[in-house]
């Protein structure tokens, strides 16, 4: 199996237009409001949203985002308790706002990049 070291998807997300969900018309080239999970390498998961309704800088669908929503990673990430959203006790089973992409990177990579097997944007 392959695993990527890099972050494709992550960066697909960031520099991406998405699709303005208070427009009626929308471009052919643009990718979904909310998008699937990224899986990393080893199995974590995490959920990464940008958008004008997502807590996200700025907060648009044009981006690009240099902070952007994460909610339920399946493991504890200790370095954004700054950023719950919701249970503050919680570790996993919460939203993260305002994440910046740097630390998000950083998570992805420490669980061995994305997996390129698992991760697709279509």
């Not at 990224?38 to 997502?54: E, F």
């Not at 044009?62 to 902070?67: A, F, I, Q, R």
Request: aromatic content about 10%.
């Amino acid at each position: 199996m392959e695993f990527l070291t890099t972050t494709p998807i992550l960066d697909w997300i960031l520099n991406t237009p998405c699709k303005d969900l208070f427009s009626p018309a929308a471009a052919d080239d643009v990718r979904p409001n909310v998008v699937p999970l990224i899986v990393c390498a080893d199995g974590a998961t995490l959920s990464v949203q940008a958008s004008r309704t997502h807590y996200c800088r700025p907060r648009d669908c044009y981006g690009p985002w240099h902070t952007v929503e994460v909610g339920y990673p399946s493991v504890a990430v200790p370095e954004w308790a700054a950023h719950k959203d919701q249970d503050k006790n919680a570790d996993t089973d919460t939203v993260f706002a305002y994440v910046p992409v740097e630390l998000v990177r950083a998570f992805i990579t420490a669980h061995g990049g994305e997996n390129q097997v698992l991760n697709h944007t279509a």
